[in-house]
């Protein structure tokens, strides 16, 4: 009988778990968090209930892999997109924008979706240290721009973001919203900095 390689056998595993990660984007993204089942999974990905605990311990811990997979990638998308320019309020703009674009993204419905469940102290953690990360990526911009207190207005400005997202998922239309935000951000940010 041949041997099985230990590549092989971990490559497999690696694929099943990547398999099982993107099951549960698609159940969050569909049905929320309560889609995000056990029995939901097994039946999405074709493997034995008994199976998944094998590669997650409970529900939770899989909603810890997506945080720990996903919401780095959203602050990396929003990160690119302002290294594109050197020129502060250009850096904000699309700091703004992209994470306004991000809202039709499956991942950030998918972080949507999480965020309204039971979640343990772990993924809580990781979301709050995701959000922090994302203020945190244009505090050096509204420093560059003469702000006092470039904390505090980058949790303003992206109170102004959470605003703009939750309109977009109530239907509004995007391109709108994004206009009037980034109107209302570039404005108040460049009236901050001369205040000060």
Request: charged share 25%.
């Amino acid at each position: 009988m041949p041997k099985i390689r230990a590549s092989s056998v971990a490559e497999h595993r690696a694929m099943q778990h990547a398999a099982l990660l993107d099951a549960a984007r698609s159940l969050l993204d569909e049905g929320g968090f309560a889609a995000l089942t056990f029995p939901a999974l097994a039946e999405r990905t074709g493997l034995a209930r008994s199976s998944l605990y094998e590669y997650f311990a409970s529900r939770a811990a899989v909603v810890e892999e997506l945080c720990a997979v996903d919401l780095p990638a959203w602050v990396a998308e929003v990160e690119n997109a302002m290294g594109a320019t050197e020129d502060p309020a250009e850096k904000i703009a699309a700091y703004v924008a992209r994470q306004l674009e991000l809202v039709g993204d499956r991942r950030h419905r998918v972080v949507v979706a999480i965020s309204t469940g039971e979640l343990d102290a772990n993924a809580r953690e990781r979301i709050r240290a995701a959000h922090g990360r994302i203020v945190e990526l244009v505090v050096d911009a509204l420093a560059s721009l003469g702000h006092e207190d470039p904390m505090l207005v980058a949790s303003l400005v992206q109170g102004m973001v959470d605003a703009a997202v939750r309109r977009i998922e109530c239907g509004a239309e995007g391109s709108a919203v994004e206009a009037a935000t980034l109107a209302l951000v570039l404005g108040g940010v460049a009236r901050v900095g001369s205040a000060g």
